[in-house]
């Protein structure tokens, strides 16, 4: 199982970006998908998760509004579109994947296979 997440980078506060998530080694539709950050001294924190399968989709208070966690089965990609970003956005952000339920879907211990993280910085 392998995951590989790119797509960060340096943007303004107020600006777009959007996250890939590469899959490959599992079935797609039968996993739940996270995104997950991390900030140096901090615990990584839950961002978004969704699980086709299981028909379910959450995002932390800070993302909820701002952004949408998504696939494309047929590529099995999962991306992050995060819009109107703030400086406090600011981490290393992680994909993730586990066979996990809906009661777990904000705990990263529930989460078996982690990608690298890319980084995205927030600032002006």
């Known amino acids: 199982v392998q995951l590989q997440a790119s797509g960060g980078g340096l943007v303004q506060p107020g600006d777009s970006l959007r996250l890939s998530c590469a899959a490959s080694g599992l079935t797609f539709r039968n996993y739940a998908w996270g995104w997950f950050r991390q900030t140096p001294g901090k615990e990584r924190e839950f961002v978004a998760a969704f699980k086709r399968s299981g028909g379910w989709t959450y995002y932390s208070d800070s993302a909820k509004g701002r952004f949408t966690i998504s696939a494309d089965n047929a590529k099995t990609m999962v991306y992050l579109q995060m819009n109107s970003l703030k400086p406090e956005d600011t981490a290393v952000y992680f994909c993730?994947?586990?066979?996990?339920?809906?009661?777990?879907?904000?705990?990263?211990?529930?989460?078996?296979?982690w990608g690298q993280g890319t980084q995205v910085t927030v600032s002006s």
């Open positions: 993730a994947a586990g066979n996990t339920i809906t009661s777990q879907a904000r705990n990263r211990d529930a989460y078996h296979y």
